[in-house]
């Protein structure tokens, strides 16, 4: 008789990151940023340099020149692929950027917030589902 263990694992981390900012041109900037590097992270992801799974070292040379025109110096190629795969929500209300997702890979995220001048939080709703900060119950 074979006897198979595994484990299952449930993906939704239900995940809450806020960040705030000094101003709101600070957040509005980032905003921005997030979705230049979404662009061209999707765009890399869509072309197969980001391929699921595989440990890619390496930007495409037009997303490397794009984080060279940006001064983005401090992401690495997986820091970049979080914005390809992530399924986040992103809003923005005033000095503050709230993400809402379900995944935990937030690395990219993170610097480019920190980077940039904000405070940054990270709870999970499931256990802080009252939180003051929350603007978007779900």
Known sequence: MKVWYGFGSDHSANLVMIGEFKTEQDAERVYELIST?????????????????????????????RLRELKIYYMSPSDIAD??????SIEKAGKQLQFRTDDVEIVGFVKLMVKNGAKVQVFSAYDYPDDKNLTNDE
């Open 37 to 65: 590097i979404s662009d061209s992270a999707s765009s890399d992801s869509a072309s197969g340099v980001f391929d699921w799974g595989a440990q890619n070292e390496q930007f495409s040379e037009e997303t490397e020149k």
């Open 83 to 88: 914005f390809a795969f992530l399924n986040t």
